[in-house]
């Protein structure tokens, strides 16, 4: 393990294409603004059946200590903290005895959506990021588990962390090529335990319905959930637009459950689902009345738990909310700030409460680590696997590559990552959205 050294750690992060891993995939080159009280590492993994974030502890947990403490020296830190639930004692007992001094970990509570950043935050050090604010007004940074562990091994991002759960035969994490198919992961994994199947990739609360099992993985696929057609996660996420505004418009009938257990309101942001549901069916000042909207984080907890009538909140805001952005609407300043709720302890969702609902406890919920060994003919890299612009290839069809080979870059001045070859090979195609590689 050689890490980067302090002067050149920025530098290195960009080169080496180092985005967030946990979902939202951030350039971290670009988090890494000092100074910072307090460094939170987020294994709090809160999706229902992923279990990547705690494998990877168990297996590198010494090193995932060694980049929280270089991190925390860059950034100036006082203290850095482990955010990880309180169940995983194991973890947690052989962990304890490696950290130094102004490190810490914080157990959590095995509660949904404990790994939303703004709640991770509140949990660890007892501050609400203000609406629409980001970690670093209140002196933080969060960091996941696994892009930490890419600063550490200072080395070109070509492989993924995910664990591939569901309706399969042999539930797992692995690390495996970005690049390579969801088809192929799924049947390394033993194969689909149903037939057909649907999958779900990133998690079953804020993941992304796929609808071509030949997509690749990126370097933000956190999970593969297979299930059976019907299941009625499944259903949620096939529903169309028309659908939830019109269901919605006849079916509301304002309990406002969505508004009383949403994280953020909780927290004291102005969302209010059920202000959203409302518009649909009254004739009102569409704008006001759905300006909090602007504060969804979209964690689908209104959808998935709160709604009696199976509604889907959440959609309706999201939508609300990328009209309320083109359009420049701004939240007046005067009811931003408002206390954390005094219930909010006692609405939190548990997990075991939100697997049964979804009916979840059917499938084996465990993805002990596996290594395999990959050998795949082909592989389509995304050029686009982060925020910010796209990266630019700096290769042509015909070039001979090796894993870890620059592929595609983005310019110095925009926000971005490089891309790097998963595996020795040719650049067979290269598209506005892609490069192929073909192994030969």
């Known amino acids: 393990m050689v890490m980067p050294s302090i002067d050149n750690l920025i530098p290195s992060l960009r080169e080496n294409g180092v985005v967030g891993a ?11 603004k000092p100074p910072i009280e307090y460094l939170i590492i987020n294994a709090a993994e809160c999706e229902p059946l992923l279990h990547k974030d705690k494998e990877l502890l168990k297996r590198y947990g010494a090193e ?23 169940k995983y004692h194991d973890i947690i007992d052989a962990l304890t005895p490696l950290l130094e001094p102004g490190m810490r970990i914080h157990p959590l509570g095995d509660f949904y959506p404990t790994g939303d950043e703004f709640v991770l935050i509140y949990e660890t050090i007892g501050r609400v990021v203000p609406p629409g604010g980001l970690p670093f007004q209140v002196g933080a940074l969060v960091m996941n588990v696994e892009t930490v562990l890419n600063l550490v091994w200072n080395r070109p991002v070509t492989h993924k962390y995910l664990t591939v759960a569901g309706a399969v035969n042999d539930p797992q994490t692995v690390r495996v ?3 390579i198919s969801l088809r192929e992961v799924i049947e390394a994994c033993g194969g689909a335990a ?6 779900i990739t990133g998690g079953v609360m804020m993941g992304r319905y796929i609808q071509n099992l030949d997509d690749p993985v990126t370097k933000t696929t956190g999970g593969i959930l297979v299930f059976p057609p019907g299941h009625p996660v499944i259903e949620r996420y096939r529903k169309t637009p028309d659908e939830i505004n019109r269901i919605g418009r006849s079916a509301c009938d304002q309990c406002s459950f969505c ?22 069916g009254f004739s009102v ?15 689908n907890l209104c959808t998935m738990i709160a709604c009696p009538e199976a509604l889907d909140p959440k959609n309706v805001c999201a939508m609300n909310k990328a009209e309320l952005r083109s359009q420049k609407a701004v939240y007046p300043e005067s009811g931003l700030h408002r206390p954390v709720h005094s219930m909010r302890e006692g609405r939190q969702t548990p997990l075991s409460r939100l ?17 395999m060994n990959w050998n795949p003919a082909r592989l389509v890299i995304p050029l686009k696997q982060h925020a910010g612009a796209p990266a630019t290839p700096v290769v042509s069809v015909g070039t001979r590559v090796r894993e870890g080979d620059v592929l595609a870059r983005v310019d110095e001045t925009q926000l971005g990552a490089s891309i790097h070859a998963s595996m020795d090979g040719v650049v067979s195609q290269i598209t506005d959205k ?3 590689i073909e192994r030969g």
């Open 355 to 371: 697997i049964r609902i979804l009916g979840l406890h059917i499938y084996e919920n465990k993805g002990p680590y596996t290594e």
């Open 259 to 280: 508004t009383e257990l949403c994280p953020r309101y909780l927290l004291g942001h102005p969302i209010e689902p059920h202000r959203a549901m409302r518009s649909l």
């Open 434 to 436: 892609a490069i192929e």
């Open 22 to 32: 946990g979902g939202a995939g951030f350039p971290t080159y670009a988090k890494l």
């Open 285 to 299: 000042d569409r704008t006001a009345h759905v300006l909090g909207t602007l504060f969804c984080c979209e964690c």
């Open 194 to 199: 149903v037939d057909p199947y649907e999958v």
């Open 177 to 179: 090529p970005i690049g």
């Open 64 to 86: 995932v200590l060694e980049g929280m403490k270089q991190v925390r020296s860059f950034l100036g830190a006082g203290e850095a903290i482990l955010g990880i639930k309180g």
